[in-house]
């Protein structure tokens, strides 16, 4: 019930949220508890590898049930489900997500093209979250954050680390998994021949998953969430039957009292094997890297209603099991299948397969998502991003990655071929996400929240101490496999930096050799600028004075479009932009000169959209601009560089009338008005099958508040429009300035200039029309 106007709310909308929830739980289960749904299948294995000496009681058995249990209480439930989801970035989870919200709340972005108005975007705070108090510490933990750019290095360092470490878990998850799964033909098989069946039908079964992605989340949740199902029901009933039927007074394990009894008597053997008692945590980080994709609520509700219960019983079944057959560890080493009744191992290892499948997926799409971010905030090359989903933008696919991630994939399995060196590279991989994604929270707790720094400091304690342990557990087997997410890791470390650091030197060197207006205004009689027909957009990175390529351009060529407009193009350290304040235009110089600056603002997680309908937006926005600088001001900004006004959309905007198509006579395509080309080439017949262009026309209303130099200037900009757009793009090449280091000389001259060259273009020019684009090259001596 409404509290103002006592009217019972709409019961039908909390229905349909609530009816939404549950839809995307149950496809999360497919998507997001693969991984952590398939770790019985290896975590006992890897746990009485070596580390841990025969015996004939159940002291080691029941000291490890109580670890599983305990490790999978504290770090998915109570850190993750409870507290880490939280920390969305407005719906958007990953490491990167958090460094983002840091971002919001510190002025700790290492791009210099922010500005001030990015901050009022209404999504860049949270509502309810008001500023710190001045003399608070989180107020001059910020201060010293702002002030250090040493600090502020380590802190994109550290999210980076995560990011990396995410994606070679990316590529281990996977083969673990399948691996593992496949194992299950040692029972049916002489050892001998197990192993020649195992790689091959792992190999086969990770192409096809890799074949997959490219349905899009959506359909592959729908798909997978049924064969979770099953598995999550399959292996919670066989654990209830090794319960009852083996030792019902097994759930004594769960007391921590065994957690303590285990370490002291194993001493180094037990501390050795928590790299094994880990993996049954691996894909707690999927939860939030996938966060995009589904909501916190149906998160939640499919963990703490299905995942974590399943999951206990299958432990306590094996454990249960086990206890009772101490002589299996010494032939199949305390496998998953050897706690399957035998009447139903060869059903329950075709669902294993299928469900070691399912559970590559959270991790594949949290890779997906995770790159996407970083790419958007110039923090890895530019990548071909596919959106799978019309209604869930984080819903992407990746072509380029996913590709990669199954080369490797198949390399390290080959590679490998043992689940105990695969186990030791995916914990270490898992483990380090976690680590930082503790320390980035720590931070989110006094600087985004608000709260306590003890409660910061006490979250460290408890979490970070629980995964330091395990961090040097698996440290320890460094050449046992642990060297591989390492290698992985620093490899696209060093591929991240260096994009980074390339894409900060070429705007270092745009702000320092950017021209004034004045430049501009001096130059023109000298060299007999002409102006032509239609609208010219620079595209620069500019967010203030005119790109050093302009300059370039114009004093070789020295012509320009009766309307100029410098669009820059940038993504903002929040998900999404409304498109009310996507665009921010402004006006370059006098009134009569025409020129415009327009940036445009995108979230890391929104689409570019495509040329005809931007340019529809781009035209409609200068407009609105122009008409309300003529209502509010009556006067021209001239000289105002930084004088920006917020506009939205054209769908907005009242100058707005319709959409049309434009034909010829002959029912055909007619490209002059769009094309600004001469009339000849109106009699050249298209093809029916080419569909209409799309052209925006607006009327200029009839009202005494437009005074006649606003409407003038509106004209001339629908007749701009109607001769052409054309795009006028910077081609830059970066050298390192003579007499630089070495170092920085390979970094730019080779890592920089390579990885540019290998990358996409952005979205934006990948869209343009090749006949409506110029490109202009000029060499950076950076």
Request: with cysteine; net charge neutral.
């Amino acid at each position: 019930m409404d509290l103002e106007t006592g009217i019972p709310q709409n019961s039908a909308a909390k229905k349909e949220s609530w009816k939404t929830a549950l839809i995307l739980a149950y496809q999360s289960l497919g998507v997001v508890y693969g991984d952590l749904s398939t770790s019985p299948l290896y975590v006992y294995r890897s746990t009485f590898a070596e580390d841990i000496g025969h015996t004939e009681t159940n002291d080691e058995i029941y000291g490890v049930l109580s670890l599983v249990f305990w490790t999978f209480t504290l770090v998915p439930l109570i850190k993750y489900v409870f507290i880490v989801l939280k920390a969305d970035d407005n719906g958007e989870g990953g490491t990167f997500a958090l460094y983002s919200l840091l971002c919001r709340y510190a002025r700790v972005n290492a791009m210099p093209n922010c500005q001030v108005a990015d901050e009022e975007l209404s999504e860049y705070k949270k509502d309810g979250v008001g500023l710190a108090p001045e003399r608070s510490f989180a107020s001059r933990l910020k201060s010293t954050l702002e002030k250090h750019k040493v600090l502020q290095r380590i802190l994109l360092v550290l999210a980076l680390i995560g990011t990396c470490m995410m994606i070679g878990d990316g590529v281990l998850t996977p083969a673990l998994s399948v691996f593992s799964a496949v194992s299950g033909f040692e029972l049916s098989m002489s050892k001998e021949h197990h192993r020649y069946v195992e790689v091959p039908a792992a190999c086969i079964i990770l192409i096809g998953l890799f074949a997959l992605q490219h349905y899009g989340t959506h359909k592959v949740g729908f798909l997978f969430a049924p064969i979770v199902m099953t598995w999550l029901f399959c292996i919670s009933a066989i654990g209830v039957y090794n319960i009852f039927h083996w030792n019902p007074h097994v759930y004594k394990a769960l007391s921590p009292y065994y957690v303590f009894h285990f370490l002291r008597k194993t001493q180094k053997g037990g501390w050795l094997s928590l790299g094994g008692i880990l993996l049954c945590i691996t894909g707690s980080e999927a939860m939030f890297a996938d966060l995009g994709h589904f909501s916190q609520l149906s998160i939640k509700i499919a963990f703490t209603a299905m995942v974590y219960p399943s999951l206990i019983l299958a432990y306590m079944g094996q454990a249960a099991y086990l206890s009772q057959h101490h002589e299996v560890r010494e032939v199949y080493h305390f496998g998953f299948y050897v706690s399957v009744p035998e009447k139903l191992r060869w059903p329950v290892l075709v669902i294993a397969i299928l469900a070691a499948v399912v559970g590559s997926q959270a991790i594949i799409t949290g890779t997906f998502s995770i790159i996407k971010q970083c790419s958007a905030l110039s923090c890895f090359p530019k990548v071909k991003v596919i959106h799978t989903s019309s209604k869930i933008h984080g819903q992407i696919y990746i072509p380029e990655i996913n590709w990669l991630l199954m080369i490797l994939c198949l390399a390290v399995t080959i590679g490998f071929r043992d689940t105990k060196r695969l186990g030791n590279a995916s914990g270490l991989a898992v483990i380090s996400v976690m680590l930082v994604t503790t320390c980035l929270m720590s931070l989110v707790i006094v600087l985004c929240w608000h709260q306590n720094v003890f409660l910061a400091l006490g979250f460290v304690f408890v979490f970070g101490t629980i995964e330091a342990l395990f961090f040097s557990a698996s440290l320890v087997k460094f050449l046992e496999g642990a060297w591989v997410p390492i290698a992985l890791g620093l490899i696209f470390l060093t591929v991240m930096y260096v994009w980074h650091y390339g894409t900060l030197k070429k705007y270092e060197f745009d702000v320092q050799n950017k021209v004034s207006i004045n430049w501009l205004l001096s130059l023109g009689p000298s060299i007999g600028i002409v102006r032509v027909r239609g609208i010219g957009l620079i595209h620069t990175e500019l967010v203030s004075g005119i790109p050093a390529i302009f300059s370039h351009f114009v004093t070789n060529l020295p012509a320009f479009h009766q309307v100029l407009v410098f669009l820059c193009i940038k993504h903002v350290p929040v998900p999404h932009v409304r498109p009310e304040e996507r665009f921010l235009v402004g006006r370059i110089g006098p009134r009569n000169f025409r020129l415009y600056r327009c940036i445009v603002r995108y979230g890391y997680r929104d689409v570019h959209k495509d040329d005809i309908e931007f340019e529809n937006d781009l035209v409609c926005s200068i407009a609105e601009f122009i008409r309300t600088e003529g209502e509010e001001l009556k006067a021209a900004q001239e000289e105002d560089d930084n004088k920006m006004t917020v506009v939205g959309t054209y769908s907005s905007h009242p100058i707005l009338v319709s959409e049309e198509d434009t034909f010829d006579g002959n029912n055909n395509i007619n490209h002059a008005d769009a094309t600004g080309s001469s009339s000849e080439l109106t009699e050249i017949k298209s093809p029916k099958v080419i569909q209409p262009r799309k052209r925006v026309r607006f009327i200029v209303p009839e009202s005494p508040k437009i005074d006649d130099g606003v409407r003038e200037e509106l004209q001339e900009l629908m007749e701009a429009r109607e001769s052409g757009v054309a795009y006028i793009i910077g081609q830059s090449y970066m050298r390192a300035k003579a007499g630089s280091s070495l170092m920085k000389k390979l970094v730019i001259n080779c890592g920089y200039e390579f990885l540019r060259r290998n990358s996409r273009s952005p979205s934006y020019v990948v869209s343009v029309p090749h006949a409506s684009s110029l490109e202009v090259g000029m060499m950076y001596q950076v």
